[in-house]
């Protein structure tokens, strides 16, 4: 049995706590490759519900669809050769939709076994240099820019 090539539209999804932990995981095979959530849009659901599944498949977290921030951003970047046998013949190229999801506190993830070997929250700054795509990083720094300047304020008109 084959399965259906993969669809050149994906969600990356930055899941970090309100103090800016973020958590990454690191991808089978001993790759030292670490990343956010990531995954395929399935058939023609919207972009939200492939974030939302990705999260549980790759976390084992259910999470409320209020609680996903949809950044209205994309990234275009080149499929790695080593996953192009994954979609069609001659897609050479990935749209990457980008969400965030904060929760209050870091959780422990179940993670699927054919996918990720390790997890880890760290620190924001850590976590946008241990993920390997220029993506996430830049993703990771984005999410970190507002939630440092919600604290900041946050902070002021408290004070």
Request: net charge neutral; charged share 20%.
């Amino acid at each position: 049995m084959s399965l259906a090539p993969k669809q050149p539209v994906s969600a990356l999804v930055v899941i970090h706590t309100a103090d800016l932990h973020v958590l990454v995981m690191e991808r089978v095979g001993g790759s030292g490759l670490w990343q956010s959530v990531t995954g395929s849009r399935e058939g023609d659901e919207p972009l939200a519900t492939t974030a939302l599944r990705e999260v549980a498949e790759e976390t084992g977290l259910t999470a409320a669809p209020a609680m996903l921030l949809d950044w209205k951003l994309t990234n275009r970047f080149p499929i790695l050769p080593r996953w192009r046998g994954r979609y069609a013949a001659g897609v050479t190229h990935n749209t990457e939709h980008l969400f965030s999801l904060c929760l209050p506190a870091t959780f422990t993830p179940v993670l699927a076994p054919e996918e990720h070997a390790a997890a880890c929250w760290l620190p924001w700054q850590e976590a946008a240099t241990r993920v390997f795509s220029w993506t996430n990083r830049d993703a990771i720094r984005l999410v970190a820019r507002r939630f440092n300047a919600v604290g900041q304020a946050t902070q002021q008109s408290s004070s």
